[in-house]
């Protein structure tokens, strides 16, 4: 089983919808949790960290599950410039794990 | 603030040279060091990360290798470049564990 599993898409989605994506991870003791977008050719960049309690930064919303070990991104609204590869991460002993990547686009 | 530079942005070697790629890191002392690899159309792969200077821990065996002779400075290195060394190669850093990388802008390498 792959440390981090994410589906690969891609999800094509209309200008202003609501997207949710999960990624699923193995290692139960992973410590720490983020989300990375990444543009074609580009370098990953971090989007926000993933915290128990849910955390939100304007239409993107974050969630942890570690009893079901998952983690989530909500994105509200999308903008055409929402269309990236977004990368699910965990961090356990020095070490941060990326999922594969989802790809979005979203079209007008 | 810290900033992190990555050269060179593309490189093209031919099968069996060498390499080396260097990635510096300003504005912090002692942080966490990593490089990874990407195959086109693939996800990111950890090949080294590295604590401390001289601290290398290497997480897939290959003909890569990598040094931190300096507290900010990491080097990524091969003897003989093969054709499935082809990829991204981003290094990232980060002040511990519990924080999020951040990037280099990456080196695009074909092995020809």
């Known amino acids: 089983r792959k440390e981090v599993e994410q589906d690969p898409g891609p999800f094509n989605v209309p200008e202003g919808a609501t997207v949710a994506f999960n990624c699923t991870y193995s290692?139960?003791?992973?410590?720490?949790f983020f989300w990375y977008r990444q543009d074609c050719r580009k370098e990953p960049k971090l989007l926000m960290s993933v915290y128990s309690s849910g955390n939100e930064d304007g239409r993107f919303t974050a969630q942890l599950n570690r009893a079901s070990q998952y983690i989530s991104l909500l994105i509200r609204d999308s903008k055409l410039s929402d269309s990236a590869t977004y990368l699910c991460?965990?961090?356990?002993?020095?070490?941060?794990?990326f999922g594969a990547g989802t790809i979005l686009r979203v079209k007008s | 603030s810290q900033t992190i530079h990555q050269w060179p942005a593309t490189l093209v070697q031919p099968v069996g040279s060498p390499l080396s790629l260097e990635c510096t890191v300003e504005g912090t002392s002692n942080p966490n060091l990593y490089w990874y690899r990407q195959a086109a159309g693939r996800g990111l792969q950890l090949l080294f990360y590295?604590?401390?200077?001289?601290?290398i821990s290497s997480e897939v065996p290959q003909n890569l290798s990598a040094s931190r002779p300096q507290d900010r400075q990491f080097i990524l290195s091969s003897k003989k470049l093969l054709l499935s060394d082809s990829g991204f190669y981003l290094c990232?850093?980060?002040?511990?564990?519990?924080?999020?990388?951040?990037f280099g802008s990456g080196t695009r390498l074909t092995v020809v």
């Open positions: 590295s604590v401390g200077i001289g601290q």
């Open positions: 990232a850093w980060s002040p511990g564990q519990s924080y999020g990388y951040t």
């Open positions: 991460a965990l961090v356990y002993g020095n070490k941060l794990v």
């Open positions: 290692n139960s003791a992973s410590q720490s």
